[in-house]
């Protein structure tokens, strides 16, 4: 039985990877869409220094945002893919079949997180070839946990949206009116320092300022409101919540 | 055997009913069939009885597995052909089998083979390694039904098997599904609205309208339940001519639609002389008649009262239209 499992879980997994890998224009994209805000944004406010921003560029300061950014687009739409899944009827297929759904939802989410993982990775080593200094091999390790964390938390998120949501129209509404400013308030363009204070206060709410923070302290050591150890801890206890309401939604959905 | 039974199962969504307490059972190696219109609730019955749906009341063994209490027992044994196409169109037809087999956990040399004599069986082996997106309406359906076999399943559901399929692509999916009761012995439990389809396929039928069966038989005796032979004519006075009719011994059914009779009867061309001679002495002018066997469309009219054709077209609000628009300009 648990053999049928591993295998169920594998199989959404080789999907989801096979999908990714085999249309290169859609990675192209995904990777050109941060690195076009790291480019221009980044040039743009190269010699710009916020007050109380200690790294000697902006886009030193700019760039931990942006790869936590990628990770978080990608995943999230992976999660919501599900919604695709479902109006295209795949979904019953695979609900058809004689395994649990809490396989269904782990081989789902560990191959969104993959392919958001993957570009990841390519943004951040672009990121280090433009020669932005990493905080030694054990921030680099940090990096590299934060991205697994950010990864799940947010196709967590997506699962969320996409059992909630009605109709895969919605989709880009919620980016724009939930996703965005959470985004801007989250430290990834600037620093939250200059805030009024209230609105510093409230960051802290925000889940996606202890991914950016987070990432920004163990990648270049600098700019952190919080040691990375405490945004890690945050990380991870949203990341359960997220994952769990997640895939507790999905089983309660009906196809 | 009995591989499907069903004992008064119901769905209700927010006070309606969509399958309204329904019994019936399907003998192993049959083909059996639902007929009925759009929204007689056959889509909901197969719903209930693949696991996605739970019923609101009743219950329902599949294979003997109980469709509530051993889901991936019965999951376990059925292959579902859905009503709308349920492929990963992003990955080839051969991926699909081989992550269907997968899910079903079937070992790797027997993967392989299956996915061989399932393409074989549905003539698709040229097409394997092309992405489904690629693919015409009536392959899609084709790997569907082959995707649906992968695992030997006891029953294999299929809904609306043609919806939507021309008629070349039709005829070519009905020979597939009786080739594969056949060769594979499956049992197929289908729906459909289209009577000709019914007929070609299924060993017994049951008409269900509105959520009810209204009758389960084979379909020659459904047929024959209605005379050998159906005269429909049409005339002057047609109230005057059933009554009289209706003493005659020879006749098995008779009955008045708007603008014409049908009658049942045994050796039916024998009949028209006798039926035009009543009518005369009566001072009838018949207008038209003529003689045919029986379909499903007249077992299907006699329970209903109504054509599965009209029906149909009724519930498409633009034929609706159409056709109004049609009379106006007559």
């Known amino acids: ?255 | 055997m009995d591989i499907i039974k069903t004992e008064k199962l119901r769905k209700e969504f927010n006070g309606f009913t969509a399958v309204d307490d329904i019994s019936f059972s399907v003998k192993k190696g049959e083909i059996f069939g639902f007929l009925g219109p759009n929204g007689a609730g056959k889509t909901t019955t197969i719903k209930m009885l693949t696991t996605l749906m739970n019923p609101s009341s009743g219950s329902a063994t599949v294979a003997g597995f109980d469709v509530n209490k051993k889901r991936n027992d019965v999951r376990q044994n059925i292959g579902v052909v859905f009503q709308e196409p349920a492929l990963d169109t992003e990955l080839t037809g051969k991926e699909n089998l081989d992550f269907h087999a997968r899910m079903y956990a079937i070992d790797s040399d027997k993967r392989k083979s299956r996915i061989e004599e399932v393409l074989k069986l549905v003539d698709l082996e040229k097409k394997k390694d092309e992405y489904v997106k690629n693919y015409s309406g009536g392959m899609k359906r084709r790997l569907e039904i082959a995707r649906g076999l992968m695992h030997f399943p006891n029953v294999l559901f299929l809904d609306e098997p043609t919806l939507g399929l021309d008629a070349q692509t039709r005829r070519a999916i009905w020979e597939y599904i009786k080739k594969m009761n056949k060769e594979e012995k499956t049992t197929i439990f289908l729906t459909t609205h289209y009577m000709d389809e019914a007929d070609f396929l299924c060993d017994r039928v049951g008409i269900i309208n509105k959520g009810k069966i209204l009758v389960i038989d084979t379909t020659s005796n459904l047929k024959n339940s209605i005379g050998n032979d159906i005269i429909t004519l049409s005339c002057t006075n047609m109230k005057k001519l059933i009554d009289k009719l209706e003493k005659e011994e020879w006749i098995k059914k008779i009955k008045k639609h708007e603008s014409f009779v049908t009658i049942g009867v045994e050796k039916g061309e024998e009949k028209i002389p006798t039926i035009i001679e009543i009518a005369q002495k009566l001072n009838i002018k018949i207008k038209s008649i003529n003689l045919r066997k029986p379909t499903l469309d007249d077992v299907f009219l006699s329970f209903t009262g109504k054509s599965i054709s009209n029906e149909g077209a009724a519930d498409h609000p633009w034929k609706k239209h159409a056709r109004r628009e049609m009379l106006k300009n007559r």
Request: charged share 10%; with cysteine.
């Open chain 1, 1 to 255: 039985m648990l053999i049928n499992e591993l295998q169920a879980m594998y199989v959404m997994w080789l999907r989801q990877m096979k999908r990714f890998l085999r249309f290169k224009s859609r990675i192209f994209m995904t990777i050109v869409q941060p690195l076009f805000f790291l480019f221009i944004l980044g040039s743009g406010f190269r010699n710009i220094s916020f007050p109380g921003m200690q790294s000697e560029n902006f886009i030193y300061f700019f760039a931990p945002g942006i790869v936590a950014m990628s990770i978080m687009f990608s995943s999230m739409f992976t999660g919501v893919s599900v919604m695709w899944d479902k109006e295209f009827g795949f979904l019953q297929e695979v609900l058809v079949a004689p395994i649990s759904r809490m396989s269904i939802i782990l081989g789902r989410t560990l191959g969104g997180a993959t392919t958001a993982l993957i570009q990841g990775l390519i943004i951040l080593s672009i990121v280090i070839g433009m020669g932005i200094p990493i905080a030694g091999p054990v921030g680099l390790a940090f990096t590299l946990i934060f991205m697994i964390f950010i990864a799940f938390t947010a196709v967590g998120f997506g699962l969320i949206l996409a059992s909630k949501m009605r109709d895969v129209q919605s989709f880009p509404l919620i980016m724009n009116i939930v996703v965005m400013p959470l985004l801007l308030v989250s430290s990834a363009f600037f620093p939250l320092k200059n805030l009024p204070p209230i609105a510093t206060n409230l960051a802290l709410l925000n889940p996606l300022f202890y991914m950016v923070d987070g990432l920004r302290g163990s990648m270049i050591g600098t700019d952190n409101m919080f040691p990375p150890i405490l945004d890690l801890t945050a990380l991870i206890i949203i990341c359960i919540a997220m994952l769990s309401l997640g895939s507790y939604f999905f089983s309660k959905s009906e196809a």
